[in-house]
Structure formats: structure tokens, C-alpha cells
């Protein structure tokens, strides 16, 4: 399998790199041929690498342990579903995951993209292949997945604990796919600006693109969250670690990208800013990539440590120079159709939501790299950590989801005061509202009631415009739930945006009761006793345990009470890897929810608070010390990812690459002088 | 004196925490009790978030298990209930293992660069987004009477409209045709149309 793996690896190069140059070249000699078999030679690179990550999986399930990453990340203790997933638990594996998904990512695109393209494609190839051919390189020298192990001891090293969860199926692989596949729209832009395609022909193929990377990535990062928060056994899911960091980065300018990308699509406007953002996407995207790979461990210090670090470090500043001579060679190409007409319109409100969403990425930017900055300028170590960034972040994120209730109702072009304050009176008094009874209900966490104003304000915006759009359908005859679908069909980028703005509100009601209104207590228990936490009394029962092959398992159980009924029956679990020495946890969560719904599982019930165990010890007089806490909110952080989902499907879904093509002309103009502007996003 | 009394358990509690061997009281330990020690905990939580444990880059005390940050935690509950302020012990700790062990930097010397730079970003950034958007509606007095603006990107969401929709549009108002719009902007879209 080895052999089979290293030479579809040394396939793959050769395809892309013929793939990158021949396109150029016949691009550039006007040979459709050479372009042709470029473009069919980088599928084929695509092919190669399947055939090489299928060799890497086959030698993980098959337990060939003469290959040292097989060795280093598997055993056979291990339950056999991760032995499928194992492969991109390490630095090799992950690399050869991210050539293989990237080129696979870019076959897709190179397939699917529009006509309109054609004469920028051999250019967008080059661009998807020279990246590829860089990962195949630092792959077939630097991080040769299929190296042969130094002896075949017959018994692998295992993967490491905290690996083990069912979100390993998901979060990696979405991740890492979200992180390169940020490449994709670059690619676009980049090729149409070196074919001199310099107006809005590349638009939909990036838009489309992009939208698709930052579902990708959101999806990837909240799974994350997930992970973190029931496996690492503090009760959190996001802490701003320098890896959490670099991968937020590339996602918070992508969504400023898909707003502002409207305006293009729209008014012909912000063309150059949209370049730019996809450049500083593509960048950032290298650095998180060079951050992951710096070293193994999260430290600050062991910054570009190792040789594939430094190698990623200067592909990311190639990356930053390559997009800048792209930029500035087609920047005078790139002006505005027309002017900003007010600061009170929709336009204007795309270019605040930017320049927030700019701004944080900027904070994070400047708390990922300021420990390095004081370490080499003042000689000193230092930590930016959780309380840093929530404390400079938060009031941005607060101020773009006010932007977020406002912004949608600003009519493109201009308007007035009056009509401005005709549509925001009652998002904004419900927003008061709320907030004074939030206040008087005796919750005096001023951030919290005022973020709670926010989020009731972006609510009542969607839900006071989707009212008058669906009650306008009801008197075109359609009942409300037809009338809503239909009013969401006819412009469903906007109305799949205000749904991803809903998922957001999910997230906001978690974010803030997770942060401000946690309550925890760790305490030690004897079999039989039992400790109160606000109005839940948790009585510990006694522990069980279980050996196995390669470690050594506990849990507790657990009755939890509220009032005199018993509300579950918990059993935190925790286990012991000797081969690591290394302790895992399970934290046992039991959704309390806010209305019960009868039939419903636990889980879909809207929760009010997370009652959360986790083991931290089990001592050796029969006590265990658990660490208790009560997460408000908990359960909204993670509905909003099904939500963020659909509204990313209902946005995207007429894929309108492929309905472009297909509108006659005829009907691209409007039989009646209909108010054209108001269609909105 | 009872909270008092009550406070002192949890010295105790995390001492046992991490010596079994040396636990033969009977009572739970706790960390958060009745009411009244529910602040105290509350301050001793926050400082457990703002401190970073010694031995794991990145992780506060209060995400961490090992050894050094039971022992952490317990030295700053100590010191809580001794009457330090939340300053002097971070202080403590910083003598003990350096200014990385804050979890953010103090806002003094040089480190003060950490908290400036993000609020004079922003200040500047708001200057340059006047600016350019000034700057964008100056060119407006000539492209728009002039009506030399590029080709309209053709909207395939325009096209596709029925009539109801447009009928949806107008209820909704967020346009042009909304009697609040001055004349011109009606122009504003004829012009428009005729372009298409």
C-alpha cells in the first residue's frame, strides 16, 4: 500500500504541475488543446490523490504498521470505526487530507465553472494547481505520509484520546476543508484579473464559492465548539487559543466578503474592496495553515519552529505578494460603476458591516500575534488570552449584530429619516423593551441585557419585514405558510440571509448565557451524598469501571434532582490512556429545557440550561470530585448550526451559475417600471 | 462568622481534592455553598479565568486540572478570605511565575501596547470609512448627472420577478416608490430601467 500511495503521490505532482503550466501556456499560445488536456489532466490529479488517501485509509483499517504514520496514530485496541478516520489525525495524514479535499474541491469548481469564464479558466487552473502542487511537494518531501516505520513492532502507538469522539468524523475533515477551500473564490478572482476579465464576470463563481467555503467553515467551527464542550470537560467551547483564532480569522472576513459582494452583484460598486477581501482571505487562510503547522503544540513560542513551519511561512508571504501584484496591475480596471448615493442606504450599511467585521478580524489578528511582538521587542512573555479578546472583541460583535437588525431594512440607493424611522420603530421599541424587563426581572448584567436587546431587535427586523412581505402574499390569495415560502422563493439570497441572521440570534442567546450566567462548583462526593447547585441537587450513587486493552475507564453515576423529582440519571465517564498518560473525560449533559415538549427527545426540546457533569477525579477513598455547572442557553449554541445550514441552502440554492446561462434576455428587463431597488439581497 | 466558617471549607476541599490519601473527613467539600459565599465564589471564579496555568500555554486555571492549578486555585482562595484584592494576588502570582501566567496583559509599560492599538485601529479605521464613503458620494455630482455609469449588472432575481412580487415589494416599501422618496429618485430609476 505504501508503494501504491507514494507513487499516486509522485502521479498527482506530475499531473498538477503539467496541469498549472500547460494551461498558461496554451492560454498564452492560443492552443484549446493544451489548455483542454490541462484541464482533464488536473482532474486526474484529483483522481491520483484519491487513490492516495484511499491507500492511507486501507493501511489504517488493515493495520499495516511497517508505515510509521500508521504506527504513530493507530493501534489495535482502538474501536475499528476511527481506524477510518484516523488518517488525518497527524501532521502527514492531515496534509495529504487537505491536498486531496482542496483538489477535489477544485475539480468541482474548474467543472462547474461559468462560460462566462472561459477565458480566465486556464488561469483559475494554474492558480487551484500551483497550490496543489505545493502540498504535493511538502508531501513527497517534508511529510511523507507513507514513510516506512524504523522496525514493524506489530503494534501502533494508538490516536490520541481526546481524537476519540464521534465529532472527529466531522469537525476535522469540515475544518480543514473550510480552511484551504478559502483558495477557491480566490482563485477565481485571480484568474479573471490575470485574463483581464476585470468586471463582474468572475462575480457569481466567487460569490457562490465563497458562500459555500464559509457554510463549510462555519459548520466546521461550531462542531468544534461542540467538541470542546463536551470532551474537554470545562464546561466552555471557545477560549480565542491561537488555533481557534487563526481559523475565525479567514471566516469573519469571508463574511464580510458575502455581504459586500452584493453591492457588486447589485450596483456595480466596492469592486476593488471585493478583490481585496478575497486576497486577505486567501492569506489568512495561509496563515492559519502556517500557524497549524508551525509546531505541534499551541505555544506561542515554538512559532515557525520546525522546517515545514517556515516552508508554510513563506508560501503564505509568496501567496500575499502574488495577490498584491494581482491587485495593483488591475486596480485602475477596477472603479466603481456608480457613486455612493447616501450614507443612509443599504450600500453604506454593507460598508460599516465590513469594516466591523474588519475590525475584529484585526483585534484577533493583533491578540494572536502581540505575545511574539512583546517577546522580540520588550523581551518578555506574555499571555493574550479569553479575557483580552472578550473584552475588545465584545463590543464589536455587539455592535455588528445591531448593525444586523438595522442594515436589512435600508433600502438600497438612498432614503429618508422618516422611512427609516418608519420601518425601525418597532424593532427598536421591541429592542427597549425587552431589555427594561430583562432589567426589571432583576438580571442586572448590563452587557448581557443590552446584547439581549440586540438580539431581540435583529429578531423583530426579520420577522416585522417577512409579516408585511407574507401578509402581502395572503392577499394575492395564499394561506401564511405558502405565502411566507413564496415570498422566500422569490429572492432567496435575502430571505436564506435572514435565516443564517436568525441562526445567529440562536448563537448570541447562547454565547451571552453561557458567558454571564454559568454557575459552577467542584466538590468531592462519598457514595451516597449529595451537593445543591441553585435548584438542582446532584446525588452521587457510586462509581463502575471498566478495563480494556488500552485504558482504563471509570464513570459515576449520578441522580440529579430538581425539586423532589428526579430529572435524569447521569453517569460522567472518564478514562485513563496509559500509552499516553494521558486522562480523557465525557461530560454527562442533561438539556433542561425551557417548555417540555411531550415526545419530543431531550434533545430538540428548546433548552433553558445545560445541567453539565464532568468527573475530575475519582479518589481512592470512593469519593469523586465532580465539577458541576449550570450552562444557560447552552442548547441555542448548537440549533444554530442546523439553522445556519438550511439558511445557507435556501440562499444558494438556484445555483444561479447555471440559471445565468439559461434567463433570455427578454426577460432580464422588467415589464413594468417595478421598483427594481427594493428586491434587496 | 458562619460564612467565615463556611469559606474555610473550601480551602480544605481543594486540598482534598488532591490528596485522598490525606482525607479522612466526612464532609463534601464544596465550592459554591449556601448564598452567602455565593460572591466570594464568584470572585474566586473570576480570578481562576484570569490567570493561566504555568505548565499548559493557553488554558486559564479554571479549564485546567493539573496538580500546579489545584494548588492555584486554592493559594487564591486562601488569599481572598486573608482580604487581598483581586490586584495583589495576581500580583503574587506574577513575582512567582512571570507575566505570562495573566491571561491578559496588565494595562501598564509596555504591555499598555496591547490595549491601545485595537481601540486607536478602530478610531482610525471610522476616520478612513468617513472618508471613503465622502470621498464615494463626491463622484456622485458627476457620474450620475452625467449618466455615464458602467453597464448594470444584469439581476436575474429582477427579470425573474412576477408581478406579485413586485406588488410584495411595494408593500414592503423599502423603495422607491414609497411617497417619502424625493422626484429624483424616480428618474433615478427610469434611468435605470432604460439602461437595462
Not at chain 1, 518531501?141 to 464521534?166: C, K, S, Y
Not at chain 1, 426579520?462 to 392577499?475: D, F, H, K, P, S
Not at chain 1, 441522580?559 to 490512556?577: H, S
Amino acid at each position: 500500500m505504501a508503494e501504491l500511495g507514494t507513487m499516486s503521490l509522485l502521479l498527482a505532482f506530475a499531473l498538477a504541475l503539467y496541469a498549472g503550466v500547460g494551461s498558461v501556456v496554451g492560454a498564452r499560445l492560443g492552443s484549446g488543446d493544451l489548455v483542454m488536456s490541462s484541464r482533464r489532466s488536473s482532474y486526474m490529479a484529483g483522481l491520483a490523490l484519491a487513490v492516495a488517501v484511499g491507500a492511507l485509509v486501507y493501511a489504517f483499517v488493515t493495520h499495516d504498521f511497517s508505515i510509521e504514520y500508521v504506527r504513530g496514530h493507530s493501534d489495535r485496541a482502538q474501536s475499528q470505526a476511527f481506524t477510518w478516520v484516523a488518517m488525518y489525525a497527524g501532521n502527514e495524514g492531515s496534509l495529504l487530507y487537505i491536498t486531496a479535499i482542496f483538489t477535489a474541491m477544485s475539480m468541482v469548481s474548474i467543472y462547474v465553472s461559468p462560460r462566462r469564464l472561459e477565458p480566465s479558466r486556464p488561469y483559475i487552473i494554474a492558480v487551484l494547481m500551483g497550490i496543489t502542487v505545493f502540498f504535493l511537494a511538502v508531501l513527497l518531501t517534508l511529510a511523507d505520509p507513507f514513510a516506512p516505520a524504523a522496525f514493524d513492532a506489530g503494534r501502533g502507538m494508538g490516536v490520541n484520546p481526546l481524537l476519540r469522539h464521534p465529532g472527529m468524523f466531522i469537525h476535522p475533515p469540515l475544518q480543514m476543508a473550510g480552511l484551504v477551500g478559502v483558495a477557491i473564490p480566490f482563485a477565481f478572482v485571480a484568474g479573471a484579473m490575470i485574463a483581464g476579465q476585470t468586471r463582474d464576470q468572475w462575480l457569481d463563481a466567487a460569490r457562490v464559492s465563497a458562500i459555500a467555503v464559509w457554510a463549510v467553515l462555519s459548520a466546521g467551527v461550531l462542531i468544534g465548539a461542540w467538541w470542546a464542550y463536551t470532551i474537554l470537560g470545562w464546561g466552555g467551547y471557545w477560549g480565542w487559543d491561537p488555533i481557534e483564532n487563526v481559523a475565525i480569522m479567514p471566516w469573519l472576513v469571508l463574511t464580510a466578503f458575502i455581504h459586500s459582494v452584493m453591492v457588486q452583484k447589485r450596483r456595480g460598486m466596492f469592486r476593488m474592496w471585493n478583490v481585496a477581501l478575497l486576497s486577505m482571505i486567501f492569506v489568512l487562510g495561509q496563515f492559519g495553515l502556517f500557524i497549524n503547522r508551525g509546531g505541534p503544540v499551541v505555544s506561542v513560542h515554538s512559532f515557525g519552529a520546525s522546517t515545514i513551519g517556515s516552508i508554510f511561512l513563506g508560501f503564505m508571504l509568496f501567496s500575499a505578494a502574488f495577490a498584491l501584484v494581482i491587485f495593483l496591475w488591475r486596480y485602475p480596471a477596477l472603479k466603481s460603476d456608480r457613486p455612493l448615493e447616501s450614507f443612509l442606504s443599504r450600500e453604506a450599511g454593507f460598508l460599516v458591516n465590513n469594516f466591523l467585521f474588519l475590525g475584529v478580524t484585526f483585534v484577533t489578528l493583533w491578540g494572536v500575534l502581540f505575545p511574539l511582538f512583546s517577546e522580540f521587542a520588550n523581551n518578555e512573555t506574555v499571555t493574550v488570552s479569553a479575557p483580552w479578546f472578550n473584552r475588545i472583541n465584545g463590543p464589536i460583535l455587539l455592535a455588528i449584530v445591531i448593525l444586523m437588525g438595522i442594515g436589512p431594512l435600508l433600502p438600497w440607493r438612498r432614503t429618508t429619516m422618516t422611512s427609516v424611522q418608519r420601518w425601525l420603530t418597532i424593532p427598536i421599541g421591541i429592542g427597549m423593551v425587552t431589555m427594561a424587563t430583562i432589567w426589571i426581572s432583576g438580571v442586572h448584567e448590563l452587557w448581557a441585557v443590552i446584547g439581549f436587546g440586540a438580539l431581540s431587535l435583529v429578531m423583530s427586523a426579520v420577522l416585522e419585514e417577512w409579516y408585511r412581505g407574507t401578509m402581502a402574499q395572503r392577499r394575492a390569495g395564499h394561506n401564511f405558510a405558502s405565502g411566507w415560502w413564496r415570498m422566500v422563493s422569490g429572492n432567496r439570497p435575502r430571505h436564506g440571509g435572514y435565516i443564517v441572521h436568525i441562526a445567529i440570534i440562536a448563537l448570541g442567546i447562547g454565547v451571552i448565557g453561557t458567558s454571564f450566567f454559568q454557575q459552577r462548583a467542584d466538590v468531592a462526593l462519598a457514595p451516597g451524598e449529595s451537593f445543591t447547585l441553585d435548584e438542582y441537587r446532584v446525588e452521587y450513587v457510586n462509581t463502575e469501571n471498566e478495563q480494556r486493552e488500552d485504558r482504563i475507564s471509570e464513570w459515576a453515576n449520578v441522580n440529579v434532582f430538581k425539586g423532589d423529582e428526579q430529572i435524569a440519571e447521569l453517569a460522567p465517564w472518564r478514562a485513563f490512556y496509559p500509552a499516553f498518560n494521558m486522562a480523557s473525560v465525557r461530560a454527562s449533559i442533561h438539556n433542561v429545557p425551557l417548555v417540555d415538549i411531550p415526545g419530543f427527545p431531550e434533545y430538540l426540546n428548546p433548552g433553558l440550561e445545560d445541567l453539565y457533569i464532568v468527573p475530575n477525579e475519582f479518589l481512592e477513598d470512593g469519593r469523586v470530585v465532580l465539577r458541576i455547572s449550570i450552562n444557560p442557553a447552552a442548547w441555542w449554541l448548537w440549533i444554530s448550526g442546523p439553522v445556519f445550514i438550511i439558511g445557507t441552502v435556501i440562499a444558494l440554492w438556484p445555483a444561479p451559475l447555471l440559471e445565468r446561462r439559461t434567463v433570455p434576455a427578454h426577460r432580464r428587463i422588467p415589464s413594468t417600471p417595478q421598483p427594481a431597488e427594493s428586491v434587496g439581497v | 462568622m458562619l460564612f467565615v466558617a463556611i469559606i474555610s471549607l473550601i480551602g480544605a476541599v481543594q486540598i482534598q481534592a488532591q490528596s485522598p490519601d490525606s482525607s479522612t473527613e466526612a464532609p463534601p467539600t464544596v465550592t459554591i455553598g449556601p448564598d452567602q459565599d455565593r460572591e466570594f465564589e464568584k470572585r474566586a471564579q473570576g480570578l481562576e479565568k484570569s490567570l493561566i496555568c504555568p505548565i499548559c500555554p493557553g488554558e486559564t486555571l479554571d479549564q485546567s486540572f493539573v496538580q500546579i492549578s489545584q494548588d492555584m486555585k486554592r493559594i487564591l482562595r486562601e488569599k481572598l478570605l486573608e482580604g487581598q484584592d483581586e490586584d495583589q494576588i495576581k500580583d503574587f502570582f506574577v513575582a512567582r511565575y512571570g507575566p505570562s501566567v495573566l491571561a491578559a496583559p496588565p494595562r501598564t509599560g509596555f504591555n499598555l501596547i496591547t490595549w491601545i492599538v485595537p481601540p486607536v485601529g478602530v478610531a482610525i479605521g471610522i476616520a478612513l470609512l468617513v472618508i471613503v464613503m465622502r470621498q464615494m458620494r463626491r463622484d456622485s455630482g458627476t457620474v450620475v448627472a452625467a449618466g455615464v455609469g458602467g453597464p448594470i449588472p444584469e439581476n436575474e432575481e429582477e427579470g425573474g420577478l412576477s408581478d406579485y412580487l413586485a406588488e410584495v415589494d411595494r408593500d414592503l416599501s423599502l423603495g422607491d416608490d414609497s411617497p417619502d422618496h424625493e422626484p429624483d429618485d424616480i428618474v433615478g430609476v427610469r434611468e435605470r430601467n432604460s439602461q437595462d
